[in-house]
């Protein structure tokens, strides 16, 4: 079946510092790829997504790219802020079937 | 703008009532929506999907009677927690997807805290 595996939280780092995230993910066929983003007592929002191999998903300064070849969606940022303070989610959906969510990874970012 | 609505944000109810939680989406149609449970630090668990105008489809392990859905209309579904006990205390959230876009992103409303006493 389908799964998605993120680094295990949790990363902390200081303002400016660069970000990555990986994620990994095991999908029959072309999945779509997503992350989300989920502040303190909120749902979640959608941060960037990549449909097929090789497409770049970016957004407020984050970026992920789809690899196929390595089935992997790692997210970056080159400079992270303290409002980036998160958990962030890897997500895959395989059409006609349920999204599959990663574990999360929390980010701290200090001052 | 949000385009899934949830109410509450958060209820604190007795031991044994009973709580309804509401999604709406905003600017779109839903024939399917998802209930998802999130316990703390911990991912989220999908629990049952919402179809309208039929029944909802529950995954193993999620007790039917416990977790009421209810999907009236194409724009509203309802999960109402039954004789909630301490354990059911956690964070609901709902989602959509906007039909009809290939691979639409689930959106996700801003959850619910349910903390029963």
């Known amino acids: 079946g389908n799964s998605v595996t993120q680094m295990e939280g949790p990363v902390t780092l200081s303002e400016e510092a660069f970000l990555t995230i990986n994620c990994t993910y095991t999908?029959?066929?072309?999945?779509?790829l997503f992350w989300y983003v989920q502040y303190p007592g909120e749902g979640l929002q959608l941060l960037l997504k990549a449909t097929k191999a090789d497409d770049k998903g970016s957004n407020k300064g984050f970026e992920a790219t789809y690899r196929k070849e390595t089935t992997s969606f790692h997210l970056e940022k080159g400079s992270v802020q303290v409002s980036d303070s998160a958990v962030y989610f890897c997500?895959?959906?395989?059409?006609?079937?349920?999204?599959?969510f990663g574990p999360g990874t929390r980010l701290s970012v200090l001052p | 703008g949000a385009v899934v609505s949830q109410h509450p944000s958060w209820v604190i109810c007795k031991s044994g009532t009973s709580v309804k939680i509401e999604c709406r989406s905003l600017?779109?149609?839903?024939?399917?929506m998802f209930w998802y449970r999130q316990f703390p630090k911990q991912s989220l668990m999908l629990m049952a999907t919402s179809n309208e105008g039929s029944k909802a489809t529950y995954e193993q392990g999620v007790e039917k009677d416990k977790f009421l859905i209810n999907h009236a209309s194409l724009t509203l579904s309802t999960l109402t927690v039954t004789s909630a006990h301490p354990e059911d205390s956690s964070f609901y959230i709902c989602?959509?997807?906007?039909?009809?876009?290939?691979?639409?992103?689930?959106?996700f409303g801003n959850g619910t805290r349910l903390t029963v006493t």
């Open positions: 989602s959509a997807r906007r039909p009809g876009v290939d691979n639409s992103p689930l959106h």
């Open positions: 999908a029959t066929g072309y999945p779509s």
């Open positions: 600017d779109f149609q839903a024939t399917t």
């Open positions: 997500a895959l959906y395989n059409y006609g079937q349920n999204f599959v």
